[in-house]
């Protein structure tokens, strides 16, 4: 069994910060690509940041705002985001592809942590 646990969600005002975490426990062999998404009320969820194992990748509307980085050792993925906007407000889950000792491949999403920003 696999669990990914968010943390670090919160309510902050406009230009201010927080660093999501999300770690994955379990009978994990390792971890491919990791990745935060967002779903504000009433859009569709959408993908914000990706982490490989060659490149770090970012939505267009958080560049220069937000980091993406992992640590494979705590097998932890975290999103680092600053100048935060209203528009940033949405609930964040992370996934991730998990590779098991035989070789097998599967993606686990996190329960998701609300993020609010107050302008």
């Known amino acids: 069994q696999v669990q990914l646990v968010e943390s670090g969600g919160g309510l902050v005002q406009t230009g201010g910060s927080l660093r999501l975490s999300c770690a994955a426990s379990?009978?994990?062999?390792?971890?491919?690509?990791m990745r935060w998404y967002r779903q504000a009320p009433g859009k569709q969820r959408e993908l914000v940041a990706a982490?490989?194992?060659?490149?770090?990748n970012y939505t267009d509307s958080v560049k220069g705002r937000f980091t993406i980085s992992r640590d494979n050792a705590k097998n932890t993925v975290y999103l680092q985001m600053d100048s935060l906007k209203p528009e940033d407000t949405a609930v964040y889950y992370c996934?991730?592809?998990?590779?098991?000792?035989?070789?097998?491949?599967?993606?686990?999403w996190g329960q998701g942590t609300q993020v609010t920003v107050s302008s």
């Open positions: 996934n991730a592809d998990i590779v098991f000792r035989l070789g097998s491949t599967r993606r686990y």
């Open positions: 379990g009978s994990i062999f390792s971890i491919g690509a």
């Open positions: 982490v490989t194992s060659g490149a770090n």
